[in-house]
């Protein structure tokens, strides 16, 4: 592990927000791209600091520079039913340092308690990602759910419910 000097202030601060409510389908990951859309300019009062992430295909999402960077995943889980088999949400954090195959590095897990009427979880992953190569360097978001019930949640306002949050922190 090494050591790494950070750099006199944050030179990038963005963010990405879910913005319409989708259901999952049991066991599925999805990958967070369509109606995840860039918080400036979207949410009232929102700010961003220097060039922000890009996201491309597929929710695949490429740093401005090298350095080494904060990401924060935090989603707001809602299950609007009684069933009481594989209750739990997971957000999950995945990388890639070769632009091809991609590691799971983080994963938040969230499990609801039995009952009637909507109930909502808050998984939270994060992860220090050093960027060495922005061509190679890339992250992408999943959530996956333990059943049919479970709608990761946005709601009608522009409210950052499910949210991803990336930092630079220094130099790599």
């Given amino acids: 592990n090494a050591t790494i000097a950070t750099t006199n202030g944050i030179t990038m601060l963005d963010q990405f927000y ?40 597929v929710g695949v999402f490429t740093f ?10 935090r989603a707001n889980v809602m299950l609007d039913s009684g069933t009481s088999s594989n209750r739990y949400a997971q957000n999950l954090i995945e990388v890639t340092t070769n632009n091809s195959s991609y590691t799971l590095v983080a994963m938040g897990l969230d499990g609801i308690v039995s009952g009637s009427g909507e109930r909502f979880g808050n998984p939270v992953a994060e992860f220090y ?44």
């Avoid at 913005?19 to 990958?31: C, H, L, M, P, Q």
């Avoid at 401005?64 to 995943?73: R, V």
């Avoid at 960027?131 to 759910?145: E, P």
């Fill in 129 to 172: 990602f050093d960027v060495t190569d922005t061509s190679t360097h890339k992250c992408r978001f999943k959530i996956q759910a333990g059943n049919d019930a479970y709608k990761i949640y946005a709601p009608s306002s522009g409210r950052l419910d499910t949210v991803v949050s990336f930092m630079k922190i220094g130099d790599t």
């Fill in 18 to 57: 879910l913005s319409s409510t989708y259901t999952a389908t049991a066991g599925e990951e999805v990958v967070m791209h369509n109606n995840f859309d860039r918080v400036s300019g979207n949410v009232t009062g929102a700010a961003a600091i220097g060039t922000g992430m890009s996201k491309g295909s």
């Fill in 64 to 73: 401005p520079s090298t350095g080494i960077y904060y990401l924060h995943f």
